[in-house]
């Protein structure tokens, strides 16, 4: 047999051998012929050759160029002559000025080609190709030869490479058949042909007999061979193999195991209704044939240890998805429905949760007496089971499943559900009470209709762990809901009722607290004497009780302050400085809390349609033109309450009439997920859109800025502009004469009558007659009275004194010094503001209901000059 194959092998050797010397050759002529072609036809179309032909010495211009084509393409010659056969160029000078010898009667006629013929070099393989002129004519050739002994000569000199490769390849073809016939000898340990029969047969009928099924898979997957055992365990059909192991119908796991290639001990899975130990190994690890072999023992009686484990996993994967969902908010509702939908569809088709009303608002249980349930939770497998929605009262009969759960904490399993659930499939039902320190807080039950298994002792026990974890959560969220609601009614309890009266401002306003916790955003609407009005807006950094409390402080200060008539300027001074002093009581209780705000406060003036702004850090106001045009006013930009001790400037702006003046705080414009100059960028747009009142603007900006989850409170004040009447406005200039006195009684007598207040008359000229008096005794000039007949009639009289009266008792013997002692029995209120040019004493009276006005209209101003006459103006 060796010698066989190694006959074999020289006869293909030498064949091959023949071959390629012969297909060298012809493949050397191939190239010679197309590198004489392409040699020619480079030089034939090089540039210069027509300006060289023409010349007076053709060969001393193009002899060395074409010794150096030759050189370079590797030919013999580059020949150049005429079409008279005059060679103009050749390798051999000799032959320079003869007639050429050769077949080129073609390459005359404008063609190029290649053809072998004997010539002055020899035998030659020799391409020709015509020089053409601009015309298309032929001006001369160009050839260029190759001789045949020289293309032969490269072949020969290969011959020795290609037999001592062929040698070199029979050596090895033979070694191999060597190593081939050993390596039989040694894995057949020199057994014959029946020996290895005998063999055969042998492993065949053990294969066969052993009641454990055996498997061969070949590297491609294919089952190579299947004893009978494994075709009764698995159900193979006759003719499996063959054929790949995922085709074979084996179902899911068997098949997947087989065919995924890895090693295998003990591993268990299930087969129809048996349940098979699976062994899977490699064939090639003791120079075997690739592939595995898997032997299969039949398990059956394991399954019931394998069901509990896979019961005992499902319960462990149910109570580690629950813990991912439970109590991941601290919203009672939101955290019963997650108890409930944890337990649906992996241990029950349907899950109730009911809670205490008490413990739904946040409060302790009352106990389960006195219990009232509520619906908080509901999930199941089908929306049309017999079930209450959430929200609804759950009646307790006391002597029912339901009521002695409640009443004695344990958890109960119902094998006899009502009538209307046993129709819609329910036949088991489990309630496990909610427990928090030692408190019932509700109860859940879960129901079975899919699942034919019941209840039983080890759901019990899983339901109880499930439910315990819940219960935490919703006491937890129970805790955090009091706690919320206790600090925002602290927090409302501190902002404003309502709007007070006045007549300056249409005012409306929005305050949203933040979803979680409570903050210090505030703002007030506070009428000021003279018919003015205050607005404020703050922001006290930070939230929680802290906040709150410190907003309500600062409230209480604003309100304060705004009662001694200041500008806004330095009421922000004063409330820095409060802030300042918040932050060093805490600071001596050892609290590391910073208190920080922003405010912004404004006074609007009716009568001269001007407001006054101040602001401490606070984000700019908007106004929103009658004319729809939006702007935010250049305020200087004072620093934030209590960090900086820098004083603040005023603003004052002039305002048309339906003006809407816009505070806000920073919740309305700034989110997590928006900058603020985005914010502020669609607040302008909105408020650009069209004219709306007050109220119908808070509701557009919200409907377009609010946050889906406000993480900061907000606060938002819309107030349009109102001008009182001119026809309710008089103002005498008063000369720092007392003879004046009587004239002005006269005209204000004379005003109010025009007005329909004549029942006021008395008490009003009395209050001027002492305050004109007291101005013209001891203040300074210029002086100046106004009436204003608003809500309340008011009279206010203007000096160039910043010196104070202050309301005294006189004793008997004095003469005076009750001047002022009468105006405050005689008015509502009265008051000093500061001006920068002096003071104003201010004296409010009531109106009553039934006082109209006898003249409405713009009216007119009476002025009292230095003589003493009256003029109109």
């Known amino acids: 047999m060796f010698l066989l194959q190694l006959a074999a092998m020289l006869l293909i050797v030498v064949a091959a051998l023949g071959a390629l010397v012969v297909g060298a050759r012809r493949d050397a002529t191939a190239d010679a012929q197309s590198r004489t072609l392409a040699a020619a036809q480079a030089f034939a179309n090089s540039p210069g050759i027509l300006t060289a032909l023409s010349g007076p010495d053709p060969t001393a211009a193009l002899q060395p160029y074409a010794e150096a084509a030759r050189k370079a393409a590797g030919v013999d010659a580059i020949i150049v002559y005429r079409l008279d056969g005059i060679t103009l160029t050749h390798s051999d000078p000799n032959q320079i000025g003869k007639h050429v010898i050769g077949p080129y009667a073609e390459a005359a006629t404008g063609k190029p080609f290649t053809s072998t013929f004997h010539g002055s070099l020899g035998l030659s393989v020799i391409s020709a190709v015509p020089v053409k002129a601009a015309d298309g004519s032929v001006v001369a050739i160009v050839s260029s030869p190759v001789t045949v002994g020289k293309v032969q000569q490269r072949v020969n000199q290969q011959l020795p490479v290609l037999f001592g490769g062929a040698a070199v390849a029979l050596a090895i073809g033979a070694g191999g058949t060597s190593l081939v016939s050993r390596r039989l000898q040694r894995q057949t340990h020199g057994l014959g042909p029946a020996e290895m029969t005998r063999m055969y047969e042998h492993h065949d009928a053990v294969l066969h007999a052993v009641r454990e099924g055996v498997l061969i898979l070949g590297e491609d997957g294919r089952l190579l061979l299947a004893n009978d055992e494994a075709s009764r365990m698995l159900g193979l059909p006759v003719d499996c193999e063959g054929r790949p192991i995922t085709e074979l119908g084996l179902g899911d796991p068997v098949a997947e195991l087989l065919a995924s290639g890895r090693v295998v001990t003990d591993g268990v899975v299930g087969s129809g209704d048996r349940l098979l130990s699976v062994n899977i190994r490699a064939t090639d690890r003791n120079g075997g044939p690739p592939g595995r072999v898997a032997t299969l023992r039949d398990s059956t009686e394991l399954r019931a240890l394998s069901d509990k484990a896979e019961a005992a996993n499902e319960r462990l994967k149910v109570l580690y998805e629950a813990s991912s969902t439970i109590g991941t908010t601290l919203d009672v509702v939101r955290t019963a429905q997650a108890l409930a939908e944890a337990a649906v569809p992996n241990f029950a088709d349907h899950a109730t949760v009911d809670l205490a009303e008490s413990v739904l608002q946040g409060d302790e249980p009352t ?3 006195s219990l009232r349930l509520r619906r908080a939770g509901l999930s199941g497998v089908h929306p049309d089971a017999p079930f209450h929605p959430v929200g609804a009262t759950i009646p307790i009969d006391p002597s029912a499943p339901l009521g002695r759960s409640l009443h004695h904490g344990r958890s109960v399993i119902e094998a006899d559900p009502t009538s209307a659930a046993v129709d819609h499939g329910i036949h088991s039902v489990l309630r496990v009470p909610l427990l928090a320190r030692g408190q019932v807080l509700g109860v859940a039950a879960f129901w079975r209709a899919a699942s034919p298994a019941p209840f039983d002792q080890d759901d019990l026990s899983l339901a109880e762990e499930l439910v315990a974890r819940a219960a935490v959560c919703i006491d937890n969220a129970r805790r955090y809901t009091r706690e919320h609601r206790m600090s925002v009614t602290l927090q409302h309890s501190l902002l404003p009722g309502g709007l007070p009266e006045q007549s300056a401002l249409d005012v409306a306003y929005r305050y949203l607290p933040a979803e979680a916790g409570v903050g210090g955003d505030w703002f007030d609407v506070i009428p000021l004497p003279g018919a003015r009005v205050a607005l404020v807006v703050g922001d006290v950094v930070g939230h929680g009780l802290h906040a709150a409390a410190t907003m309500g402080q600062l409230r209480t200060a604003v309100h304060n302050f705004s009662s001694l008539d200041l500008p806004p300027d330095e009421l922000l001074g004063h409330l820095d400085d409060l802030v300042n002093q918040i932050d060093q009581d805490r600071a001596a209780r050892d609290s590391d809390a910073i208190t920080g705000a922003t405010c912004l406060y404004a006074i609007y003036d009716p009568v001269t349609l001007r407001c006054a702004m101040a602001r401490a850090g606070h984000l700019l106001p908007a106004l929103v033109h009658p004319d729809g045009s939006v702007e935010f006013p250049e305020l200087p930009a004072g620093p934030p309450l209590g960090l900086v001790d820098l004083p603040f400037e005023n603003a004052e702006l002039q305002l048309r009439e339906g003006t809407r003046l816009v505070l806000y705080t920073d919740g309305l414009v700034e989110d997590r997920s928006r900058d603020i100059d985005v914010g502020l960028e669609l607040l302008r747009t909105t408020l650009g859109q069209g004219d709306r009142s007050p109220d119908d603007t808070c509701e557009a900006v919200l409907n377009a800025l609010l946050p889906a989850n406000p993480t900061d409170d907000i606060a938002l004040l819309v107030a349009r502009t109102k001008a009182l009447p001119a026809g309710r406005v008089a103002t005498w200039h008063v000369p720092a004469d007392p ?7 006269a005209d204000v007598a004379e005003r109010l009558t025009g007005w329909g207040l004549d029942e006021m008359a008395f008490a009003t000229e009395l209050i001027v007659s002492e305050l004109v008096t ?50 405050a029995q005689l008015s509502e209120r009265w008051g000093t503001r500061y001006t920068p040019n002096g003071k104003v004493i201010w004296a409010e009276q009531q109106l009553h209901e039934s006082a109209t006005p006898a003249v409405e209209g713009p009216g007119e101003t009476t002025l009292v000059t230095t003589e003493g006459r009256l003029e109109s103006s």
Do not use: K
């Open 367 to 369: 106990g389960t007496r």
């Open 739 to 745: 003879a004046a006195v009587a004239r002005v009684r």
């Open 774 to 823: 007291n101005a013209i005794r001891y203040a300074v000039g210029p002086i100046q009275l106004r009436l204003l007949r608003d809500r309340a009639l008011i009279c206010e009289v203007s000096d160039g004194s910043s010196t104070s009266p202050h309301l005294r008792s006189a004793v008997s013997t004095d003469e005076g010094g009750r001047g002022l002692f009468l105006v």
